[in-house]
């Protein structure tokens, strides 16, 4: 018969796994951000950035599903579980960065819909920031999966999540700072500004999910 600290354990892993599966979706949602914004980019016709969208939504969905999924069995295992509460944070701050590529997602529409263009850096630095939030989404992930294997490369994960998010704060402020020079008019510029922050934010989310699993276990760092 299985003692409660190995009923716990195993409650844990599967809650873990399911998460798993949540980012997995979440990402899945964030890389059709990549593409829709380098669509746009590349001056793409509005139709084709709409259909993307499209999908983003169906993603969406299904990103809602898997969170109402993970919050049911956090129920159903109640107080039997550990710190229940982090496990709780952590599924809100995954399916918040669903929430956030598809608010990015709506105003890249609006902009191709407004037949907006940018500059040559801007266009740089923007992919240069989504890149560098996937490099932070990468890293998270794998801090998830090791606390699933309970890997001693945990930390380390968590330490490269950390350090990626800075660098793409960085791009973030350089394409900021870009989008103010230019020479876009108010509402374009506003909604630029909004998809860069929103994207830069996925970065953040992606942090704050790494620093609740450094609370889920005891981490050497």
């Not at 990402?27 to 969208?53: H, N, P």
């Not at 309970?150 to 704060?169: H, R």
């Not at 989008?179 to 008019?185: P, R």
């Not at 909004?194 to 942090?207: C, F, L, R």
């Amino acid at each position: 018969m299985s003692l409660p600290r190995d009923r716990e354990e195993d409650f844990r892993i599967a809650i873990l796994n399911l998460i798993q599966d949540q980012v997995r979706v979440v990402m899945d949602g964030y890389r059709l951000l990549l593409d829709i914004l380098e669509q746009f980019l590349k001056g793409e016709q509005t139709s084709v950035i709409e259909e993307i969208y499209q999908k983003i939504l169906k993603n969406d969905e299904k990103a809602k599903d898997t969170t109402r999924l993970v919050e049911k069995e956090i129920s159903k295992v109640g107080a039997i579980l550990t710190s229940r509460e982090n496990f709780v944070r952590l599924t809100l701050e995954v399916d918040r960065i669903a929430d956030v590529t598809e608010g990015a997602a709506f105003r890249i529409v609006n902009l191709s819909r407004m037949k907006t263009k940018l500059g040559k850096e801007t266009c740089k630095l923007f992919l240069m920031l989504g890149e560098a939030v996937l490099t932070t989404l990468n890293s998270m992930r794998q801090a998830l999966l090791a606390t699933t294997l309970n890997s001693s490369s945990l930390g380390e994960k968590i330490v490269e999540t950390e350090a990626n998010e800075k660098k793409a704060d960085d791009i973030y402020r350089q394409l900021d700072l870009e989008l103010l020079k230019s020479n876009l008019q108010i509402a374009q510029l506003l909604l630029c500004r909004e998809v860069a922050e929103m994207i830069e934010d996925v970065s953040d989310h992606a942090e704050k999910i790494a620093d609740i699993l450094r609370t889920l276990t005891v981490v050497p760092i």
